[in-house]
């Protein structure tokens, strides 16, 4: 039987970073994966999806980039080169990994593997024998009742990846962050986009006020969203909502969350990443890792949300819901009175930060690189430094972190 010190399943970033710590320790790894290296985050996620939301962002700057002063012609978007592009990123990235993994010298298995016990992993034809097993074998795109798949009509986020052309017109099942990135993506691209939550409000897991914005956004760019409303049926691709409203999209793209790959709990083996059902999210996977390998502390209400698209939203700690009233103190500044908003023409959005006995315990950003500015904020929240403390900073000018400075004195 072949032996290692650590066995990993599953080669997305909870499994390849464990890899890598492991190796770097010195411990002889065995990574086990079925698909290809990186996971659903290189391959399916994070990364696919930020190209093409990135190619969307270029072809409206472009569209509306006469309001800059600066006029463009014959504008054409040849949406195959958007995959071409995409696809390219995802390999130069996977590349880069495998490569990582090979210098480690940690043994890649691409086999489906199987825990038999809490040392002892099945692949087709071998057995490995491993001190110390991690299971990081991730999540897929959740089913449900009456918008089964059929990767034509009715698409998984897998599925969206691989259009060969934009759609005339979508409709997107769910407003979590999947949803929401790809309405954005859509409309960017000029597709008549319209999306449906089941919740009172869009992206229901953000703080109220997040997601009262997002819907001031939606509308202000033109996408059509239903609020506590599911699809009643399908026919013949007549999509009718439960409030009798008959859609007719092109596509369906149906993003109501991912379930975790099916696994058994087996005492003595690690559980990482999506797998968990808990948060999911690369950097909590990446996180997790670390924690186990690294015994690098990980306090997982530290989580930092973030949703891509212009203007970014990102939060981290308490929602205003989730606070007593008159038990905190809200600072908000909005976006519109930075100096770097207007010279950019992002005038949209809020800096939240919500704190208790003078500590932060919650900040929510909707704003132009919300996902670098949250981590100002976060090392600040998880090492104790209080508002007094963080206004002896010196933010640069202009930028939008004078937005946290700004609301530091409100
Ligand atoms: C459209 C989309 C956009 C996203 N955007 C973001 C984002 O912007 N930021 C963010 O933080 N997160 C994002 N996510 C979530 C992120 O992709 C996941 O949280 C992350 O990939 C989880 O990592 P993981 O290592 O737990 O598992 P995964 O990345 O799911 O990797 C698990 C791997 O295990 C392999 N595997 C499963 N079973 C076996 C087996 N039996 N044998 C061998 N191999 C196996 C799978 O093939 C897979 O490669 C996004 C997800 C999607 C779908």
């Not at 959005?349 to 704003?367: E, P, R, Y």
């Amino acid at each position: 039987m072949n032996k290692f010190d650590v066995g990993i399943i599953g080669g997305g970033p909870g499994g390849y970073t464990a890899a890598l710590h492991a190796a770097a320790k010195g411990e002889k790894v065995v990574l086990f994966e079925k698909d290809n290296i990186g996971g659903v985050c290189l391959n399916k996620g994070c990364i696919p999806t930020k190209s093409i939301l990135h190619s969307s962002e270029v072809y409206k700057q472009i569209i509306n980039s006469a309001s800059f002063g600066v006029s463009v012609e014959n504008i054409n978007l040849d949406y195959s080169k958007v995959k071409e592009r995409k696809n390219k990123t995802v390999e130069i990235l996977r590349k880069g990994i495998e490569l990582a993994l090979k210098n480690s010298k940690v043994s890649v298995v691409k086999e489906e593997a199987h825990i038999v016990s809490s040392n002892v992993i099945q692949t087709k034809n071998n057995q490995y024998e491993c001190n110390k097993i991690i299971c990081a074998t991730g999540s897929s795109p959740k089913v449900v009742k009456g918008l089964e798949f059929d990767h034509k009509f009715l698409l998984s986020s897998d599925d969206i990846l691989d259009l060969d052309k934009l759609p005339e017109s979508v409709l997107i099942v769910g407003s979590g962050a999947i949803g929401i990135e790809w309405a954005r993506i859509f409309n960017n691209f000029g597709v008549d986009t319209t999306v449906i939550e089941l919740a009172s409000s869009l992206l229901p897991i953000a703080d109220t006020e997040v997601s009262k914005r997002v819907e001031r956004i939606f509308k202000s760019n033109k996408i059509k969203y239903y609020t506590e409303t599911s699809v009643q049926k399908i026919e013949n691709h007549k999509v009718i909502l439960s409030n009798n409203e008959i859609i007719e999209p092109e596509i369906v793209l149906v993003a109501v969350g991912r379930t975790p790959n099916p696994h058994t709990i087996i005492e003595g083996i690690e559980y990482i990443g999506d797998v968990c059902g808990e948060i999911q999210l690369a950097h909590y996977a990446i996180k997790q890792a670390l924690e186990k390998i690294d015994d690098i502390e990980f306090r997982k209400e530290y989580t930092p949300s973030v949703v891509y698209g212009n203007p970014e939203i990102a939060w981290v700690g308490k929602r205003e819901q989730d606070l007593e009233p008159n038990t905190y103190k809200k600072s908000m500044v909005l976006v519109s009175a930075l100096g770097k908003a207007h010279c950019d023409g992002n005038t949209d959005g809020f800096i939240k930060i919500l704190s208790q006995d003078n500590k932060i315990v919650g900040v929510h950003i909707v704003c132009a690189e919300a996902s670098s500015l949250i981590l100002q904020l976060l090392i600040a929240m998880q090492n104790g430094i209080n508002a007094e403390k963080l206004k002896e900073i010196c933010f640069p000018h202009p930028t939008y972190s004078e937005g946290i400075f700004e609301a530091l004195f409100k």
